[in-house]
């Protein structure tokens, strides 16, 4: 059972998870276009991951974050990145696109 007087999920992991979550959704569109995108898909993955981890290890042994706060923020952002990858991604790319055609 979570103890909730730790107060609000770790705001780092959760944004690190969202933009993990984000890249893992989209690499296969990533990796189709060119060789280079997936040179920079690796590097984007290795950056992310080692931040992601070094984060969460420093955040329990700082003591400036929770386990249930860091397991709580891992949650969030995943469901962020699955809630943006399966319904803002249409919708915002239709409205890029619209932009940069000079339609607005």
């Given amino acids: 059972m979570c103890d909730t007087t730790y107060g609000t999920p770790d705001s780092e992991i959760l944004l690190s998870s969202l933009l993990l979550g984000v890249i893992w959704l989209n690499q296969s569109e990533i990796a189709e276009k060119e060789k280079k ?9 290795t ?12 955040g329990v042994v700082s003591g400036v ?24 991604k249409r919708p915002l790319d239709h409205h890029i696109t619209q932009l940069m055609n000079g339609e607005y």
């Fill in 65 to 88: 974050s929770s386990i249930d706060q860091i397991l709580l923020g891992l949650n969030v952002g995943i469901l962020l990145a699955f809630f943006c990858n399966g319904v803002l």
């Fill in 37 to 45: 995108h997936k040179v920079i898909l690796g590097i984007a993955w």
């Fill in 47 to 58: 950056l992310g991951l080692y931040f992601w981890l070094n984060m969460m290890i420093t």
